[in-house]
């Protein structure tokens, strides 16, 4: 069997990194079993669906290093879900009711009264074919629910009606669906609701592995009925946690938190935002992956805590500094380009300076520090005003190699006594106006001597 597996967000807004999460587990799943993915928009609500949001999941998901084999929208297979629901209705398990929003209400509240679960009371298998025409007459149209099934038809046993199956993630799993109301599947206005398409599509699609958030658990078992119903063995299915803010508060596509485009915008490397979205709330060390192969060997998916997991935007700059710091040239070279970073001097430049970037796009006001001296000089007393004018006549001349620093700073701390912190911050000070950052010697030949004579206080 091809283990293949789906993501399928509805094109309403743009996905979080809680999206990212359940959009990464699939895929390095796939990886792992050299399966296929499937990007799947969920998007049958046509009002609040767009395909400026489809487009940029996509964007977002390549960004990742996601590339899906295919790409479909359920809004173009209206044809398969109506030939689903003949069938359904066929099997006489898809049933029209006729209550409005209003009723229904009541009659949950009058429930909650005796004790009883509000769910809903199977009712419309009831009416008469008058009271059917009655409807009718007056305009109602019905909205169809599915008959939610009872596992045993032997009138000497109990009814069973819990469905049961080994959760990738969560191990053994029940849902009981007689605390369930039978599900609407299609709306009034002949719409649908999530969960047919979703069945049919992965029937269609020979979907293998379902995995998403652990907010589907009821309705996993819910579709594992409608699978059956359809004549289909349900594929295997998975639920990871759900990532929350660090207050706790659920991610939301509507509000924008913590928003892939956001992040991206905000400078954060894509591997950061992989490997927290994947490791957070698993039993492996969250730490920063060079790529997605390298992720895929730390990714498990039965290593998934059952708790919601806290996700702290903070954790994304330390992985990103790691990122940052052991980046090789060649894979910096082409992005250092657009930020105007080129020449001979860039490699050396930028394994000078990676090790104090939380940023890629910070290298820039290093550049600048290098090329065009201090953006902001520093002040000095006089008495560290003296030392410079001393230290920098005696700065050695040219040639310069690697050892120009240690040699400049060995003729001053003999000429002047000074040693230590007292010697070398002014020195920064007044070679890149900062109190901290690269090394010096790294520094100094790509200043050159001249370079390095300008910026004598």
């Not at 060649?330 to 970073?341: C, H, K, N």
Request: aromatic share 8%.
């Amino acid at each position: 069997m091809t283990v293949t597996v789906r993501f399928a967000p509805s094109p309403t807004g743009r996905i979080h990194i809680g999206n990212a999460r359940t959009a990464l587990f699939n895929w390095l799943f796939a990886m792992n079993n050299k399966g296929r993915f499937i990007q799947r928009f969920d998007d049958t609500d046509i009002a609040r669906s767009k395909q400026e949001y489809a487009d940029s999941i996509l964007y977002d998901l390549h960004w990742l290093g996601i590339f899906p084999d295919v790409t479909e929208y359920q809004s173009r297979r209206f044809e398969i879900y109506d030939a689903a629901v003949e069938r359904l209705k066929g099997a006489r398990v898809l049933y029209a009711c006729y209550e409005t929003p209003e009723e229904l209400d009541l009659r949950r509240k009058v429930r909650r009264t005796r004790g009883l679960p509000p769910v809903y009371g199977r009712e419309a298998l009831t009416l008469t074919p008058e009271q059917v025409a009655e409807y009718q007459s007056d305009g109602r149209k019905p909205h169809w629910r599915f008959l939610l099934p009872n596992f045993t038809s032997d009138p000497l046993q109990p009814e069973r009606t819990e469905v049961h199956w080994n959760d990738l993630v969560r191990g053994e799993e029940t849902v009981d669906l007689a605390s369930l109301s039978d599900p609407v599947l299609v709306r009034e206005d002949g719409t649908y609701l999530y969960t047919l398409p979703s069945v049919v599509d992965d029937i269609e699609m020979g979907v293998s592995h379902v995995i998403r958030g652990d907010d589907h658990v009821t309705n996993t078992g819910v579709q594992i009925a409608i699978f059956k119903a359809l004549g289909a063995e349900p594929p295997v299915f998975g639920h990871h946690n759900l990532l929350t803010t660090v207050s706790g508060e659920g991610l939301s596509k509507r509000t924008g938190a913590l928003s892939i485009e956001s992040l991206r915008e905000d400078g954060i490397e894509p591997m950061a935002v992989a490997s927290l979205a994947v490791l957070v709330g698993t039993s492996e060390n969250v730490t920063a992956a060079h790529d997605l192969n390298e992720l895929a060997g730390h990714f498990d998916p039965a290593a998934t805590s059952k708790s919601a997991s806290k996700f702290d935007p903070d954790e994304l700059f330390v992985l990103n500094r790691t990122l940052m710091h052991r980046m090789p040239f060649e894979e910096a070279r082409d992005r250092l380009i657009v930020l105007g970073i080129s020449g001979d001097k860039a490699e050396p430049f930028w394994l000078a300076v990676r090790g104090n970037l939380d940023r890629l796009s910070d290298a820039v006001a290093w550049w600048r520090i290098l090329n065009e001296g201090p953006q902001e000089p520093a002040e000095f007393s006089g008495e560290d005003r003296d030392f410079l004018n001393q230290a920098f006549e005696l700065l050695p001349e040219e040639p310069w190699n690697g050892t120009v620093w240690k040699d400049w700073t060995g003729k001053i701390r003999e000429a002047t006594g000074r040693k230590g912190k007292p010697l070398f911050m002014p020195l920064r000070l007044a070679l890149t106006g900062r109190t901290s950052g690269p090394e010096l010697s790294d520094l100094l030949p790509l200043m050159g001597r001249e370079g390095t004579l300008a910026r004598r206080p």
